[in-house]
């Protein structure tokens, strides 16, 4: 009995890394594809790209995710508990269960933290460009100052921009029309210097 006390918090300690670890494998995944999807002006198709778009429309979406993967988290935790073990070691191991609770809320707190900062700027996006007669030019600067910083650009606001151009509006269409006429700059900006190679390295000519 003694050692199956012991057994019990390890085993809720372990369901719950397990469980998580699939909740961050599953979001990495569904990112990519998302991310995939709107860097290709597509309109998320699968059902995890879907999911991705659902989680960061908005704030609210992040707290229901978080206390759905609790609620899982906590049936789980009983059902392994009445099946293996039994109730009475389960409540034992209360304490455990709460502090697994509390990591698990910690995690999604963050992640609504992240989904509120890109809104934050969504808003910005939308608001500056809303309001200007140039709205073309607006966007155009705002990608420009983004591409100039390099590696240093933030990501969130790449992100934000991306995901406004999914808009059927003036916004996300100024937006969208900049993005891809950026690409195709890009497109012949790599190829240039290619040619120049080619062109470089083709040896002497033979009359």
Same mark, same amino acid.
């Given at each position: 009995?003694?050692?199956?006390?012991?057994?019990?918090?390890?085993?809720? *300690?372990?369901?719950? @890394?397990?469980?998580? %670890?699939?909740?961050?494998?599953?979001?990495?995944?569904?990112?990519?594809?998302? @991310?995939?999807?709107?860097?290709?002006?597509?309109?998320?198709?699968?059902?995890? &790209?879907?999911?991705?778009?659902?989680?960061?429309?908005?704030?609210?979406?992040?707290?229901?995710?978080?206390?759905?993967?609790?609620?899982?988290? +906590?049936?789980? *935790?009983?059902? @392994?508990?009445? *099946?293996?073990?039994? +109730?009475?070691?389960?409540? #034992?191991?209360?304490? +455990?269960?709460?502090?697994?609770?509390?990591?698990?809320?910690?995690?999604?707190?963050?992640?609504?933290?992240?989904?509120?900062?890109?809104?934050?700027?969504?808003?910005?996006? *939308?608001?500056?460009?809303?309001? &200007?007669?140039?709205? +073309?030019?607006?966007?155009?600067?705002?990608?420009?100052?983004?591409?100039?910083?390099?590696?240093?650009?933030?990501?969130?606001?790449?992100?934000? @921009?991306?995901?406004?151009?999914?808009?059927?509006?003036?916004?996300?269409?100024?937006?969208?029309?900049?993005?891809?006429?950026?690409?195709?700059?890009?497109?012949?900006?790599? #190829?240039?210097?290619?040619?120049?190679? &080619?062109? %470089?390295?083709?040896?002497?000519?033979?009359?």
């Amino acid at each position: 009995m003694q050692t199956l006390t012991g057994v019990v918090p390890f085993a809720i *300690v372990l369901l719950y @890394l397990t469980m998580q %670890t699939l909740w961050l494998i599953i979001g990495r995944i569904s990112r990519d594809r998302y @991310l995939r999807d709107i860097m290709s002006f597509r309109t998320p198709t699968s059902a995890l &790209s879907r999911y991705y778009g659902w989680r960061v429309e908005n704030s609210a979406n992040g707290i229901v995710e978080g206390f759905v993967l609790v609620f899982v988290l +906590i049936i789980v *935790v009983i059902g @392994l508990g009445l *099946v293996v073990f039994t +109730i009475d070691l389960v409540i #034992q191991s209360f304490p +455990i269960i709460v502090f697994v609770v509390l990591f698990s809320l910690l995690s999604t707190a963050q992640q609504v933290w992240r989904v509120k900062e890109i809104i934050d700027k969504e808003t910005r996006i *939308v608001t500056s460009i809303k309001t &200007s007669n140039d709205k +073309i030019g607006v966007a155009k600067s705002m990608v420009d100052e983004l591409y100039d910083q390099g590696a240093l650009g933030d990501g969130r606001t790449w992100f934000a @921009l991306f995901k406004l151009a999914q808009k059927r509006d003036q916004t996300g269409w100024a937006i969208k029309d900049v993005l891809i006429e950026k690409g195709k700059e890009e497109d012949i900006r790599i #190829q240039e210097p290619s040619k120049d190679t &080619s062109s %470089t390295d083709s040896g002497p000519e033979i009359s």
